[in-house]
């Protein structure tokens, strides 16, 4: 809705709003079926899962590029019955560097934070000088920013202290 809002064009309720709520609608009521009545299903929940993989719906056209060219990852949450695609970013939890299935590990100069991400540090309340989580990320991240700008490595900098 954001970058609906952003484009500064009236809505329209069919075109821009609908294809939206039916998606949200859409994934509730399937995920309740499955749940509640997997036997009144017509698809392996797995199918179900990628058909709505959250990503891949993105509305980000730079985000829709990664994600198609293997250039980020999905987090995937799996136990012995179950696979969860979580529609979050992967991302390294001492810096923030998204993690590049296509490099096996975190990509030297992409960055994510925030909600998107599977690294959320909850910043609720947090005060200046109480060292809250969320202050914690944000320096983390700074810091290796500025190191990547400046070419110091990690080791080789004796201010930089992994959250």
């Known amino acids: ?10 809505l ?3 075109r821009d709003v609908w294809p939206l709520m039916a998606k949200e609608i859409g994934y509730g009521h399937y995920h309740e079926l499955f749940h509640a009545h997997p036997a009144r299903t017509t698809l392996p ?14 509305e980000d056209p730079l985000l829709r590029g990664l994600h198609r060219s293997g250039a980020l ?20 939890p001492a810096d923030g560097r998204l993690v590049d299935s296509s ?7 992409r ?22 989580p969320g202050f914690r990320q944000n ?6 920013l500025l190191r990547a700008l400046a070419g110091v ?4 900098d004796p201010a930089s202290v992994a959250v």
């Not at 960055?111 to 809250?132: H, K, Q």
Request: hydrophobic share 45%.
């Open 45 to 58: 929940r797995e199918d179900f899962a990628a058909a709505y993989d959250r990503l891949g719906w993105t």
């Open 139 to 144: 320096d983390a991240v700074a810091r290796a």
């Open 153 to 156: 490595s990690p080791a080789a």
């Open 103 to 109: 490099l096996g590990g975190p990509h030297p100069r």
């Open 1 to 10: 809705m954001d970058a609906l809002l952003a484009e500064g064009r009236p």
């Open 73 to 92: 990852a999905e987090e995937v949450v799996t136990d012995p019955a179950f696979t969860h695609r979580s529609g979050l970013l992967t991302v390294s």
């Open 12 to 14: 329209d309720l069919r």
């Open 111 to 132: 960055i994510a934070l925030g909600a998107p991400t599977n690294s959320r540090a909850v910043a609720a309340f947090a005060r200046p000088r109480t060292d809250s």
